[in-house]
């Protein structure tokens, strides 16, 4: 409770409100995600004390990631990878007039996952902390493993074209150098490939591009009436389908924020599937504008940003981006994270923790009501609409490594991307392949590596067990079903699943 | 007519507003040097980053200069941004953060620029990697681990943070050398950073951890961590540890970094970078930068680095060598 | 026969895919393992196993096609799918997004970013030679400004940088 008289003084209130300002105002900005918000942010803090100066990071690391999602929502140009869940079910709300909703849901997600996650990390930290390091390679490659098989939920229509997609994904994902043996892959000896492409360069690419060029090519000529901007707030039907894809999302997020190199782009898809699949009336709605693929992702990264902070403060490990700028942070103020922190600088700590609450609640005060006004961006005529995506996916592709090359690349992804949609080839499993491939192989052969070679390395601890009894669960409880009940008309899901 | 009116005006815009809304150019005549950029070639919050922003923060404290744009040019372990450097053949104004990391990645990574292409301006800095095993582990002296290390290489997985070619992979090569272990014996591990590492170390799932101190000091105050050896020259202030010679192990390894600027630039602008800098380590500002982050001081200017880097060069390329990675 | 091939169009994408997988195979093929790799699984085995999974896609895709499946393009709430595709539209889009790649480098942002704009307006349908550039520029310059100035992103400001 002393952490809440310190950051609700005028001051630091003010300093947090600031913080989230700027965080926002800069994560809708085209390139820069929460990493760079705060990166370029520093220099603005090195005036405050060390207190004050967290508590602006809080702000402006969750105003970063909220400002990501916002792009990712109205123009389908993620602004982090984190946001590219989103905009997959967002955009489309957008397209149909229900932007301010999906905004009002995101926003609320981050509320929400934020409020568990850094409630979770006030209870459970020391912990969480304890067991995060026993998570190793072969318990990551079990989760990878079932995150495959949930792709073959969103594989759509036709599962051939499904699988062409996690396909042309996985081979971008091999673009750069093996991290395991420094290896060149796919680079064609091009320095600017060799450290893959960014999943969000592909994101935006995909999503983006690849739409504007596939709307020039159909252009609806006749229509001229902009997209309507719709009621402003949620209905009390997007409530009832929105509230439990919000509390699930942080228990999904959290753990995975916690874990080293969790992340938040393998939770917020596991996220997605959940909800899709949980989600027995709207199934069909899901990649054409459902509330609950932005409500659950949204919460679940917001609660993955808390989780990250469980490892960063606790064992002064920094598993995301920006946990690694905050770190740098910690450090230029002479304070090392760790498990002495809490007992050295316990008011900075209970300060942060407290301004982190305060930083959630003025993100949603102050989004909120700006939700509408976002949405009516979208009011301008089409073509500046698409020439404006086009306009802000160039500037964040280039504006990170000031390269025209990574203006090619996006340009190729975005050719790819039209191809794709004129033939049926879902764009999402592509996404999918490019963020789980790299990882899953990462981490089997880190695992065989650990175990010198032994296959038994990668089932050798108890987490890694249960995660494959699952996936066993999985695969084969439609299998026992059928068995049990032969005389039952197919489901929905099955009939989906012809090709 | 309105049309082209509206084209032109577009266009007077475009041209004309950026340049007279930014500031910088030589327009002032004092002493201070303006308009230096310094490129850092890895992301925000790496150790290149920080070394540059730290220096560029402490020179305008110690007023030596202004306006110091520090930009990031990330990529293939920092070649992309030594590429560039290079590229800017002459250009006074333009300097590179770099490392011992960036020698191995031109290796790695068959990039055709060189450091040796580069005029070097200073040394800055060392940070020694410090041999680290979690608190359970079996081993308590570098001597039981090299034992066990001779005995089944295979068996004693390694952990770095940084990928093949990198200082953390290098140190635990020349190590394994020294002891009489063929190096393409060893399993090394990557990491993605020192903070990867670090769980991996804790978890107990490598035997052994190699990296920079930097991320591990509260751990090993905590006695979570048990640091067996550091393979600087000498012991490190305030780390219970013998240095890898006391061991028995004949290395001597530092990470470093220091500052690099383009080939072909005129001996004023030399000089004057060189001085600057050697006027940067003298500043009490500096000092206090160097202490607060755990680093080592050490300081060689110009032509000493030169050499310095010539040296690094080869004895990174022989250890490359040696595993096929060069 | 002409008429055969356009229903069957989609057998391109099998073709790209082929292309794809073998591009990936070969590149594979070439890395060396000799060193450098520890356990069963080395640089090679992930490429191998997706580019022969592109190949056996490529087989089953074109299976489908010639059974009279057809990948169903996506709709919108801008897409007419009546209407022909238009590929005046799209080579003028494509013509403004690569006009800022080549031009970036040149005539700097704030220049190249407007011509990718108001190209981009221009080819979806937006004729007032008045609004348009004058939107495409501030709209660039303010980037501009933003990045640049504000938050300390270098952007290539133009030739006549540092000369004014």
């Given amino acids: ?147 495959f098989i949930a792709v073959t939920s969103v594989l759509g229509a036709s599962r051939v074209r499904g699988f062409a997609s996690l396909l042309i994904g996985l081979t971008i994902g091999l673009v750069g150098l093996d991290e395991m043996t420094g290896q060149q892959r796919l680079t064609f000896g091009s320095l600017h490939l060799a450290d893959g492409i960014d999943v969000v360069i592909v994101a935006v690419a995909l999503f983006a591009v690849g739409e504007s060029l596939w709307v020039a090519a159909h252009l609806r000529r006749n229509v001229a009436a902009p997209i309507p901007v719709g009621r402003p707030w949620l209905g009390r039907a997007d409530l009832k389908r929105a509230w439990k894809p919000w509390l699930r999302g942080p228990f999904i997020g959290f753990p995975f924020g916690a874990i080293p190199a969790g992340g938040a782009e393998i939770p917020t898809f596991l996220s997605y599937v959940t909800e899709k699949r949980l989600s027995k009336a709207h199934r069909d709605e899901f990649g054409k504008g459902a509330i609950e693929g932005v409500a659950g992702p949204e919460a679940t990264a ?63 005060v102050l989004n909120l009501p700006l939700a509408p006004l976002w949405a009516k961006l979208l009011r301008i005529p089409r073509p500046y609409l698409y020439a404006g995506i086009l306009f802000f996916a160039s500037v964040g592709a280039y504006a990170v490594n000031a390269d025209v090359f990574d203006l090619l690349v996006m340009f190729v992804i975005g ?64 299998l026992i079903r059928k068995l049990v009940r032969p005389e039952k008309p197919s489901s929905p899901e099955e009939e989906r699943v012809e090709v | 007519m309105g049309n082209w009116l509206a084209a032109g005006a577009a266009l007077v815009a475009v041209v004309v507003v950026p340049p007279l809304l930014t500031p910088g150019g030589d327009s002032g005549a004092t002493g201070q040097l303006r308009g230096l950029r310094v490129l850092v070639p890895n992301a925000p919050g790496g150790g290149y980053d920080i070394t540059a922003r730290t220096a560029a923060k402490a020179m305008e404290d110690a007023d030596l200069l202004r306006n110091a744009e520090v930009f990031n040019l990330p990529g293939a372990g920092g070649t992309v941004g030594l590429g560039r450097t290079v590229a800017e053949r002459g250009n006074g104004k333009l300097i590179m953060s770099m490392g011992l990391g960036v020698v191995g990645s031109v290796y790695t990574n068959k990039a055709p620029s060189s450091l040796l292409d580069t ?67 060893v399993n090394y591990i990557p990491f993605d950073g020192g903070g990867e590492l670090l ?66 630039i005129s001996d004023v602008d030399r000089d004057r970078l060189v001085g600057l800098f050697t006027t940067l380590h003298k500043t009490a500002q500096w000092q206090e930068a160097v202490r607060r982050n755990g680093w080592t001081d050490a300081f060689a200017p110009g032509e000493e680095f030169g050499t310095f880097l010539e040296e690094e060069n080869t004895r990174v390329a022989t250890v490359l060598k040696d595993l096929g990675l060069a | 026969m002409n008429a055969w091939l356009k229903e069957r169009s989609e057998l391109g994408v099998s073709a790209v895919l082929v292309v794809l997988g073998v591009l990936v195979l070969t590149d594979a093929l ?59 539209t799209v080579l003028l889009l494509c013509g403004a997004f690569l006009a800022n790649a080549a031009l970036i480098g040149v005539v700097g942002f704030p220049l190249s970013g407007a011509v990718l704009f108001w190209g981009a307006a221009y080819a979806l349908g937006s004729r007032d030679l008045v609004r348009d550039p004058l939107i495409a520029a501030g709209l660039s310059v303010a980037t501009f400004l933003v990045f640049n100035n504000l938050l300390g992103v270098p952007l290539p400001g133009g030739p006549l940088m540092g000369v004014l």
Avoid at chain 2, 208 to 226: K, N, P, W
Avoid at chain 2, 235 to 240: A, K, L, Q, S
């Fill in chain 2, 199 to 264: 769980a991996s170390v804790l978890g107990g799932k490598v035997a052994f951890g190699v990296s920079g101190i930097g991320e591990y000091r509260d751990q090993i105050e905590a006695g979570t961590l048990r640091v067996l050896a550091v393979t600087s020259a000498d012991r490190i202030p305030g780390v219970d540890a013998p240095t890898l010679g006391e061991s028995g192990v004949d290395v001597k390894f530092s990470n470093w970094r220091g500052i690099v600027a383009p080939p072909g």
């Fill in chain 2, 119 to 185: 005029t070097p301006v200073a040394k800055l800095i060392e940070e020694p990697d410090i041999v680290v095993v979690g608190a359970e582990s079996p081993y308590r002296t570098l001597a039981e681990l090299v034992a066990a290390w001779k005995a089944d290489p295979g068996a004693v997985p390694v952990g770095g943070g940084s990928s093949p070619g990198g200082p953390d992979h290098l140190a635990p090569m020349l190590m394994a050398k020294a002891v009489g272990i063929e190096p393409r014996t």
């Fill in chain 1, 415 to 478: 050719v790819l991307g039209f191809v794709m949609r004129r033939y049926g080839l879902p764009v999402l499993p592509a996404i999918i392949g490019v963020i789980l491939g790299p990882a899953a192989e990462q981490q089997m052969r880190r695992a065989l590596q650990l175990s010198d070679g032994d296959l038994v390395g990668l089932v050798n601890t108890p987490f890694s067990i249960v995660v494959y009894a699952v996936v066993a669960v999985l695969l084969f409880f439609p």
């Fill in chain 1, 1 to 147: 409770m002393g952490g809440f008289a310190t950051a609700l003084t005028p001051t630091h209130l003010a300093l947090a409100a600031l913080g989230v300002l700027l965080g926002t105002a800069i994560g809708v900005l085209p390139g820069i995600g929460p990493a760079m918000a705060v990166a370029l942010l520093l220099p603005v803090t090195y005036g405050l004390e060390p207190t004050g100066a967290f508590i602006m990071f809080a702000g402006i690391y969750y105003g970063g990631m909220f400002g990501g999602s916002t792009t990712s929502i109205l123009l389908n140009t993620p602004g982090e990878s984190a946001a590219v869940v989103a905009a997959i079910d967002g955009n489309p709300m957008a397209r149909k007039g229900r932007g301010a909703q999906a905004l009002a849901a995101a926003a609320i997600g981050h509320f929400v996952g934020g409020i568990i996650g850094t409630t979770a990390l006030v209870l459970l930290a020391p912990t969480v902390a304890k067991y995060a390091v026993d998570i190793g390679a072969p318990d990551f490659f079990a989760i990878m493993v079932l995150a």
């Fill in chain 3, 30 to 88: 070439r890395i060396h393992t000799d060193f450098a790799q520890r356990g069963p699984v080395g640089p090679k085995a992930v490429p191998i196993l997706v580019g022969s999974l592109l190949l056996v896609v490529a087989v089953l895709l074109a299976r489908d096609v010639l059974r009279g499946g057809r990948g169903e393009a996506e709709g919108g709430e801008d897409v007419d799918l009546a209407a022909p595709a238009d590929w005046r």
């Fill in chain 1, 302 to 364: 917001s609660a993955s940003a808390a989780g990250t902070l469980v490892s960063m403060l606790t064992l002064g490990l920094p598993t995301t981006a920006v946990a690694a700028v905050m770190l740098a942070a910690f450090q230029q103020y002479g304070i090392q994270p760790g498990p002495l922190l809490f007992q050295r600088e316990s008011s900075l700590v209970w300060g942060l923790i407290a301004s982190l609450f305060i930083g959630l609640t003025l993100l949603l």
